[in-house]
């Protein structure tokens, strides 16, 4: 009885306690800059925009705007922006003339498989991801879809959670 059962016991204690599950902006958060988010929110918004885009540029101070407003009224919420642009200063640029207050993904890292995955077929571009990592607006690897319409099926799904 007692070569049965140690087998087992050791089994149990090298297994230990089970580990959390890392959420997409846990597994993402090592790739931003600028401004530190404090708590793993429940939902993150991707915009893909770049400096040298005019609609980009028009969009962009009305979601600066936007932002601030929801993002005070819903802390589980995150929005980051993944640059399009040709280089890093042009990406410092548009970040500092349009304030944006977000965090960014740093620019080598902007065109992995992590933040790809989510682009569509032009910019501005916006997703909102739920923690799983699942695309739950937006359309991607698709045509894009104007980011207008995904700002109001976000306040739609993260509003009304």
């Known amino acids: 009885m007692k070569r049965t059962l140690l087998p087992i016991l050791t089994a149990i204690c090298c297994l230990g306690a089970p580990q959390a599950r890392a959420t997409f902006f846990d597994e993402i958060k090592g790739d931003l800059t600028g401004p530190e988010v404090k708590t793993t929110p429940r939902y993150t918004a991707l915009y893909f925009s770049a400096h040298w885009c005019p609609p980009c540029r028009m969009f962009t101070p009305v979601l600066v705007e936007w932002y601030s407003k929801f993002k005070a009224e819903h802390p589980d919420f995150e929005l980051v922006f993944v640059s399009a642009d040709r280089d890093a200063e042009s990406m410092q640029n548009y970040i500092k003339e349009a304030g944006m207050p977000w965090p960014a993904v740093a620019f080598d890292k902007a065109r992995g498989e992590a933040f790809m995955?989510?682009?569509?077929?032009?910019?501005?571009?916006l997703v909102l991801i739920d923690a799983d990592g699942k695309a739950i607006t937006g359309n991607p690897g698709n045509e894009w879809l104007p980011p207008t319409q995904v700002l109001k099926e976000i306040e739609n799904i993260v509003g009304g959670s």
């Open 117 to 125: 995955r989510y682009a569509a077929s032009g910019i501005p571009y």
